[in-house]
């Protein structure tokens, strides 16, 4: 399912891969506000699949699980 997202959080990017079978991975990229002056990143990853139902079928999307990933200040500037 979704996740409930603060208001003030701000959509960065969003990406999706096909997996295979109908199945996708979305990632979209956000930022927001960490404490008064500090701005963080993370990002939800989210689980869809397209599966076809009804008569006549239509395709529908089926959300699946949804999770959340801070990202962290430790970088690595260069690699020699």
């Known amino acids: 399912g979704d ?3 603060p208001d003030d959080w701000v ?3 969003c990406s999706m891969v ?3 079978g109908g199945r ?5 990229i956000f930022e ?5 002056d ?3 990143m993370g990002a939800v990853i989210s689980g869809l699949e397209v599966v076809r139902r009804g008569e ?6 089926v959300k699946h699980k949804s999770k959340f990933y801070k990202f962290t200040r430790d970088e690595i500037e260069c690699i020699l």
């Open 3 to 5: 996740l409930s997202l």
């Open 18 to 20: 096909y997996l295979g």
């Open 56 to 61: 006549p079928s239509k395709l529908v999307i």
């Open 38 to 40: 500090r701005l963080g």
């Open 11 to 13: 959509m960065m990017d």
């Open 24 to 28: 996708f991975c979305v990632a979209k």
């Open 32 to 36: 927001f506000r960490v404490g008064d």
